[in-house]
C-alpha cells in the first residue's frame, strides 16, 4: 500500500525551529517528486515547497512566504522527506500535508496524487 | 506567479443534481489543470489531473474539462459522500498555486 505519514508536529514559539519528517512506503521513493502543502485553520490550501528526485536533479522550489526560513530535503536511504522549519511565525500555523507529485515524460508535472494524513503545526506564545 | 480563481465559493445542491464548478487561470495553463476533493479533517484527494484525465479510483461521475485558462469540474450527480470541498490547481507553473476552494453543501 502506497502511504505517507507525517511526523513531528507540536506547538513552538514564534522564532523557533522544528522539523517535520513524511515516511513513505510502498513505492520507489527516490524516483519521486514530493511537496509539501500546509493549510491553516479553516483556510485553503497554500503549497509550501517542492523537491526534485536526485536522478532529476534533487533541487528544492518554495513559496514566497517561507524561502529563506524552510528546508526541504530527503533521505533516499530511509525513504524520508523533511521539512526544516526555522524563524517561526503565528502565520505558519497549519496542518502540514507531504505530497508525492505525478512527473511523466509526456505530460510533464501533473497533479498531488497522494497525500499523508497530515501534522499540526501551531506558532504561538 | 498564476493566479486560479473557482467560482462560486459555496454552493447548495441535492442528492442527483448535476453540479459544475469553474476554475480560471489568470494566464494560460495549457491542460495543467488538476482538481481535489477533501473532507473536513481529512486530506485532500486527487480527483482529475491534466484537466480531464479521472484519477485511478475515482467515480466516473466526476469529470473535466477545458483548457487554457478556463476549466470546469461536474459532478453528473451528486452523492451523498461528494458533500465536501473542492480545489483546483494549475502545475504549469512554480508555484503551483491553489485556487480559493469550493464547498459544496447539502441543500
Known amino acids: 500500500e502506497v502511504q505517507l505519514v507525517e511526523s513531528g508536529g507540536g506547538l513552538v514559539k514564534p522564532g523557533g525551529s522544528l522539523r517535520l519528517s513524511c515516511a513513505a512506503s510502498?513505492?520507489?521513493?527516490?524516483?519521486?517528486?514530493m511537496s509539501w502543502v500546509r493549510q491553516a485553520p479553516g483556510k485553503g490550501l497554500e503549497w509550501v515547497g517542492r523537491?526534485?528526485?536526485?536522478?532529476?536533479?534533487?533541487?528544492?522550489d518554495y513559496a514566497a512566504p517561507v524561502k529563506g526560513r524552510f528546508t526541504i530535503s530527503r533521505d533516499d536511504s530511509k525513504n524520508t522527506l523533511y521539512l526544516q522549519m526555522n524563524s517561526l511565525k503565528t502565520e505558519d500555523t497549519a496542518v502540514y500535508y507531504c505530497?508525492?507529485?505525478?512527473?511523466?515524460?509526456?505530460?510533464?508535472?501533473?497533479?498531488?496524487?497522494?497525500w499523508g494524513q497530515g501534522t499540526t503545526v501551531t506558532v504561538s506564545s | 506567479d498564476i493566479q486560479m480563481t473557482q467560482s462560486p465559493s459555496s454552493l447548495s445542491a441535492s442528492v442527483g443534481d448535476r453540479v459544475t464548478i469553474t476554475c480560471r487561470a489568470s494566464?494560460?495553463?495549457?491542460?495543467?489543470l488538476n482538481w481535489y476533493q477533501q473532507k473536513p479533517g481529512k486530506a485532500p484527494k486527487l480527483l482529475i489531473y491534466?484537466?480531464?484525465s479521472l484519477q485511478s479510483g475515482v467515480p466516473s461521475r466526476f469529470s473535466g474539462s477545458g483548457s487554457g485558462t478556463d476549466f470546469t469540474l461536474t459532478i453528473s450527480s451528486l452523492q451523498p459522500e461528494d458533500f465536501a470541498t473542492y480545489y483546483c490547481q494549475q502545475s504549469y507553473s512554480t508555484p503551483p498555486i491553489f485556487g480559493q476552494g469550493t464547498k459544496l453543501e447539502i441543500k
Open positions: 523537491i526534485k528526485s536526485k536522478t532529476d536533479g534533487g533541487t528544492t
Open positions: 494566464q494560460s495553463i495549457s491542460s495543467y
Open positions: 505530497t508525492t507529485i505525478q512527473v511523466t515524460m509526456v505530460r510533464g508535472v501533473g497533479g498531488m496524487d497522494v
Open positions: 510502498g513505492f520507489t521513493f527516490s524516483n519521486a517528486w
Open positions: 491534466a484537466a480531464s
